[in-house]
């Protein structure tokens, strides 16, 4: 095959052209491109339940819904999003031990 580029002669296994770098259209690339977007829509949902958890374990039920919270965040990170799947796990645990509190305060207080 032939470089759209600049025109010269390539293997056509390769995924650069030799000459000029210009990357070439593999029929490899399209096949990779809707699995990420089903990864990341999972993801999203994850991220979604993971909030909606942990803001329920701060007024309900904390040990339940802040661990579902956590164990959520544990599955955003594993779809790939290491940072923010550390930083709901983090969030959510507080909310666990924030709603505890809460529960203890209001318990003590009535
Ligand atoms: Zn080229």
Redesign the pocket.
């Known amino acids: 095959m032939f470089?759209n580029?600049?025109g010269?002669e390539i293997n056509s296994d390769s995924v650069f052209?030799g000459?000029?770098g210009?990357q070439l259209i593999s029929n490899a690339q399209p096949s990779v491109q809707p699995r990420v977007q089903i990864e990341s829509s999972g993801a999203g949902l994850a991220i979604f339940l993971s909030i909606l958890f942990g803001i329920t374990a701060l007024f309900f039920l904390p040990p339940l819904f802040g661990g579902l919270g956590v164990f959520f965040g544990f599955k955003v990170k594993q779809k790939g999003n290491e940072g923010l799947g550390i930083a709901l796990m983090v969030v959510n645990g507080a909310c666990l031990l924030i709603g505890m509190f809460l529960g203890v305060l209001s318990f003590s207080l009535l």
């Open positions: 470089c580029n600049c010269k052209c000459s000029c210009n």
